[in-house]
């Protein structure tokens, strides 16, 4: 059994990142992050990992790292793995809108809601964090 989690380097990618963790914990499960493009090689990519799991008190949580196939769109990776054996949930970040933006929700996130095999959650960003 595994969660997964889509991986940016923004603001929505790395606040995904807690509660990704936290529902691994919850489930006792491990967490697949995908990382977007190849943000995984980034030198901050490990911390930002590390802070993600102290701030959700996940220390026992097994991580799995999985970069995105060649030639193939993050949305894609996300829906195919949701697909697999055993993955419960997968969690992505999503920006805040406003009320006329709702009407439009980015591709990538849309698609991962309307296609993805499993359930979805969808994390929004503390207000007021920096973009």
Do not use: W
Request: with cysteine; hydrophobic share 45%; proline share 5%.
């Amino acid at each position: 059994m595994s969660v997964v989690v889509g991986y940016s380097p923004t603001v929505e990618g790395k606040g995904a990142l807690p509660f990704a963790f936290g529902e691994a914990l919850q489930r006792s499960t491990d967490l697949i992050i995908v990382a977007e493009d190849n943000s995984a090689s980034d030198p901050e990519f490990g911390a930002v990992v590390e802070s993600a799991r102290d701030e959700a008190g996940a220390a026992g949580v097994v991580v799995k790292i999985q970069d995105n196939e060649q030639g193939r769109s993050h949305a894609d990776n996300l829906i195919d793995l949701s697909f697999g054996d055993g993955v419960e949930l997968v969690v992505i970040g999503i920006r805040r809108r406003s009320p006329v933006g709702k009407l439009f929700l980015g591709s990538i996130s849309q698609r991962v809601l309307l296609e993805a095999q499993c359930p979805v959650t969808a994390v929004k960003p503390a207000v007021g964090l920096p973009r």
